[in-house]
């Protein structure tokens, strides 16, 4: 493993394996009785969040606290930054403190690759979401659902996602989590399919490792997943397509068009979900959606992260004799 987790293109084959086979290992402590491993006591991890997140903050905060690390959480509002405190000083600070690890959202694209090269903090520092640009242990924690669901929990051990066809839907231009499963599904030999309005492509995105369409209906009977994504109002400073209804009734999936998706196939998004808009109650609560297992597998991903990156070459779970047995 590399020393920081900055963006899915920085991810080989056998890395973004590795991750995966880590984290079946590490969702395995989430069935025991003590959710808890030893295997970062003594270690600091900062949470460093200038925009604002529920999902993503907590699910680190609960990996890191089943490791045994030392957690501190860092918010921009009510912190010196309000004041005007820079990136560069903030770092410093908390260099300073000793921190062995920096887990970090930002605004700007790019924010936690300056962080990472710019010499303020020897600390690991992983990329929970920066701009328009990357969101990795999204994608892995995506890539580990269609990997669980789509080849098997046990079977899936030491496999990538070879010939599986991934259908990513809506906001791709604002979303940094479509840009980072391109990256990482390609790695792992899966065939993606981008579907949206014209409006909400990005500009270059015919050099992209994938496919463009803008017909839902055509790609939906191909598709092994179908991965819904929201669409980003709070990024968008134009009217990117007509009205909702308009929106929903091209780029939503209802249960018609679940119906059309291949027996096996399964539905999926990273969250918040806006129901009614680009998937309906009836989607969102079937059991082919994987948003709430998504979740769960988010903390197993982020677990196998922190313990590549901090935890050193000892076995991730240790094995008592009576489970040997």
Not at 271 to 281: H, N
Request: glycine content about 8%.
């Amino acid at each position: 493993m590399q020393r920081h987790l900055i963006s899915a293109a920085d991810l080989t084959r056998d890395d973004a394996v590795l991750i995966l086979d880590t984290a079946e290992e590490m969702a395995r402590v989430a069935d025991r009785p003590i959710k808890k491993l030893p295997t970062l006591r003594g270690r600091t991890v900062v949470n460093l969040f200038f925009e604002d997140s529920t999902r993503t903050r907590i699910s680190f905060e609960a990996a890191e606290k089943r490791l045994s690390a030392d957690v501190i959480n860092f918010t921009a509002k009510g912190s010196s930054v309000s004041k005007g405190e820079s990136l560069k000083d903030t770092a410093q600070t908390l260099e300073a403190m000793g921190v062995d690890a920096v887990v970090i959202r930002h605004g700007a694209s790019g924010a936690p690759y300056r962080l990472a090269t710019s010499g303020w903090i020897d600390a690991a520092v992983i990329n929970a979401g920066d701009g328009t640009h990357q969101h990795p242990t999204q994608a892995l924690l995506d890539a580990f659902t269609m990997r669980r669901r789509l080849v098997g929990r046990d079977a899936g051990l030491g496999q990538d996602l070879d010939g599986k066809r991934i259908t990513i839907v809506g906001d791709i231009l604002h979303g940094r989590v479509a840009r980072s499963n391109v990256d990482l599904l390609h790695t792992l030999g899966a065939q993606v399919t981008l579907v949206a309005p014209p409006t909400l492509l990005p500009v270059g995105v015919e050099t992209w490792p994938c496919e463009v369409s803008y017909d839902l209906d055509s790609t939906l009977p191909k598709s092994d997943a179908v991965m819904m994504l929201r669409v980003q109002r709070e990024r968008m400073n134009a009217a990117f397509f007509p009205t909702e209804r308009e929106y929903s009734r091209r780029y939503g999936l209802d249960g018609d068009r679940m119906a059309r998706m291949p027996e096996h196939a399964i539905v999926m998004h990273p969250g918040p979900m806006v129901r009614g808009m680009e998937i309906t109650a009836e989607v969102a609560d079937s059991d082919r959606c994987t948003a709430i297992e998504q979740v769960a597998n988010g903390v197993s991903i982020r677990m196998a992260v922190l313990y590549l990156l901090l935890g050193g070459n000892e076995p991730a779970v240790t094995h008592s004799r009576t489970e040997e047995k």
